[in-house]
């Protein structure tokens, strides 16, 4: 065949790659919303607490994987890039993301939702203010038209109305690298940042404004489900904190530093974790010490992952009667509507309550 007669089929063949690559450039679902990804299952869970249906949303990281050593697939890189819109908390939790949204071609449209890594889109990029001055936390104003920028102190000195014990003398059996319930991650701060009510409210809010600014949203609708969301989350809060009381005298143990963010919330005692980051295998020293701990423990309650094996706890727990309950911190039974972040709190606060005896649940 010769080169002339060829080209006529070279020619069309450009064409359709180039057709097909504004298409995927530009996609949308089948009904025309636009396509939102969630990088972990509760960051889905408040996006669709401010969205409704308003977008497609999909998650990346599945139910019983962990974000931490989590490999994304060619099907899931297509995804993201037909997506208008992307939020991860950021590179200190879903490292799997980090390089491939640090790119030019997906930089505009993610957000990554942890304090050091957002800022506003306003003028000047500024951060805004987020303190908390009322008795939970919250603001009464709840109109954001930006992406928030967060303040790393986040205000939460009062621990928003629930005070944690933690003069009880127990801060002894802590090493310095498991001090303030553990919220240092390996070498960083706890990423595990939706665990905290309060936080989770300013992802929300930081969710909302950039969902506004998608073509075919409702900005008025996506502000009606924040408030709504909001007034829910503060009224589960609260009733949480009630419900845990009973539970502030316990000392917890868990897998790895994920949950030092609810803890500190609603004022519970993390007494021990195994590892501080899932990617590091305890030491036999650090083994032997946390055994200590489970051993001297008043009331001990242990809580394991679902995406973790209790292969180390057994052998620990070896010879040592104490309560045993599972808790999720990526949401993997929840369902995922809009009122699943609230039902996602309830279900930690439930693992919690399981430790204790049945008249006092």
């Not at 409704?52 to 974000?67: I, M, R, Y």
């Amino acid at each position: 065949m010769s080169m002339v007669s060829s080209y006529p089929r070279f020619l069309l063949a450009c064409c359709l790659f180039l057709v097909l690559a504004i298409n995927a450039a530009h996609a949308k679902s089948e009904d025309n919303r636009p396509i939102v990804i969630a990088s972990l299952k509760p960051v889905e869970l408040l996006v669709r607490a401010v969205a409704g249906d308003q977008v497609e949303v999909h998650s990346l990281v599945p139910a019983g994987s962990s974000p931490h050593t989590y490999q994304l697939r060619p099907s899931e890189r297509r995804l993201l890039e037909e997506s208008d819109a992307i939020f991860w908390i950021g590179p200190e939790m879903e490292t799997f993301l980090t390089r491939l949204l640090d790119g030019a071609d997906f930089r505009a449209r993610s957000l990554a939702l942890a304090p050091a890594a957002v800022k506003t889109e306003g003028e000047g990029g500024s951060h805004t203010d987020h303190g908390h001055d009322d008795d939970r936390g919250h603001n009464d104003d709840h109109s954001h038209d930006d992406d928030r920028g967060y303040d790393d102190g986040h205000g939460h000195d009062d621990h928003h109305g629930h005070e944690p014990s933690h003069d009880s003398g127990r801060d002894n059996h802590h090493d310095k690298d498991q001090d303030h319930h553990g919220h240092d991650h390996g070498d960083g701060p706890d990423p595990h940042l939706w665990l905290d009510p309060a936080m989770a409210l300013q992802m929300a809010q930081a969710i909302a404004g950039r969902l506004k600014k998608l073509e075919g949203t409702d900005s008025e609708q996506i502000e009606a489900n924040l408030a709504a969301f909001t007034r829910n989350l503060e009224s589960a809060e609260a009733d949480i904190g009630r419900r845990l009381e009973p539970a502030r005298h316990l000392d917890i143990f868990t897998y790895h530093n994920a949950f030092g963010q609810f803890a500190e919330h609603y004022g519970l005692e993390i007494a021990g974790v195994l590892t501080m980051s899932p990617e590091r295998s305890p030491g036999a020293r650090h083994l032997s010490e946390v055994q200590d701990r489970l051993r001297k423990a008043q009331r001990p309650c242990l809580l394991t992952e679902p995406q973790f094996n209790r292969q180390w706890w057994r052998s620990l727990m070896e010879g040592i009667q104490m309560p045993l309950s599972t808790w999720d911190p990526l949401a993997g039974d929840i369902e995922t509507t809009s009122q699943g972040y609230i039902k996602f709190q309830y279900s930690l606060a439930e693992a919690v309550l399981r430790c204790l005896p049945e008249d006092a649940q």
